[in-house]
């Protein structure tokens, strides 16, 4: 009995389930998500020098910035983003504007409490007060302007400085094998959607040929016989003539001309 009522059970998911829905869940996994990040309490943050907001969690192996009221992470040359810090990551296929900024040796500063040779004595912003806060600090331009991100006697780079080590950082960023890889991914996909949508569009051309040869074809058929009628009709009166001339006797003349000369 009880294996009776689970077939029925299986049956009627399988009744209700539509089959898009089972392709959309395969694909969600195909696209791939980075593994979930465990935290036993939300995580503190600090700020990066030289950075308009930048902050990163300290500590920990993995790359997780929060930046412009989202959560950011690295991951096999890909960028995912999330409004928390622990769940819900959606593939973004662009590399942030802000990563660039970052410098790349951060960790080992932050270990030596030292930035670029001055005292770094950066504070730990807990996650409450992050996000109470984020928006004004940005606006506002908070850790630069009032505390230059905790370091001691530090000057910001000059605004041509900090381009030129943003386009180095770039160019080291795409040499990353990882990240190589990445953009060969993205070219092939990005080739076979072009050659799906050509093939379709082929057809419905053909069927519109064809639609067309056919109509025309319809349109000729049908002018053709009032035209053989007409004809006919005209040719009907002309025959009926010439019948009804050479049915009439041909012998009534000659026969009165002679009558007349007897009677002579």
Do not use: C
């Not at 109470?132 to 940005?138: D, E, L, Y």
């Not at 993205?186 to 949508?197: A, D, F, I, L, T």
């Amino acid at each position: 009995m009880k294996r009776l009522l689970l077939g029925t059970v299986l049956l009627a998911l399988a009744i209700v389930v539509p089959v898009p829905t089972i392709a959309q869940v395969n694909l969600n996994v195909n696209i791939g998500l980075p593994p979930p990040m465990v935290f036993q309490a939300p995580p503190d943050v600090i700020v990066m020098p030289d950075t308009n907001s930048v902050y990163v969690v300290p500590g920990i192996d993995l790359d997780l910035f929060f930046w412009n009221g989202w959560w950011w992470r690295p991951w096999e040359g890909r960028w995912y983003r999330s409004r928390y810090y622990n769940r819900g990551w959606g593939y973004y296929k662009n590399v942030p504007s802000f990563y660039f900024d970052v410098d790349p040796g951060w960790r080992g500063y932050y270990r030596d409490h030292n930035w670029n040779g001055h005292q770094w004595n950066y504070e730990r912003i807990p996650n409450q007060r992050l996000r109470q806060n984020w928006k004004s600090w940005h606006n506002d331009r908070h850790w630069e302007k009032q505390k230059a991100w905790g370091v001691q006697g530090y000057q910001p780079r000059p605004q041509q400085q900090r381009q030129e080590l943003r386009q180095q950082r770039q160019q080291q960023y795409q040499q990353r094998p990882e990240v190589q890889q990445h953009q060969q991914q993205r070219q092939q996909q990005q080739k076979q959607p072009q050659g799906k949508v050509q093939k379709p569009g082929q057809q419905p051309q053909e069927k519109d040929q064809r639609q067309r040869q056919q109509s025309q074809e319809k349109v000729q058929q049908p002018g053709q016989q009032p035209q053989e009628k007409v004809q006919r009709q005209r040719q009907e009166p002309q025959e009926k003539v010439q019948q009804q001339q050479h049915s009439q006797p041909q012998g009534k003349p000659e026969r009165e001309r002679e009558e007349k000369q007897d009677r002579k």
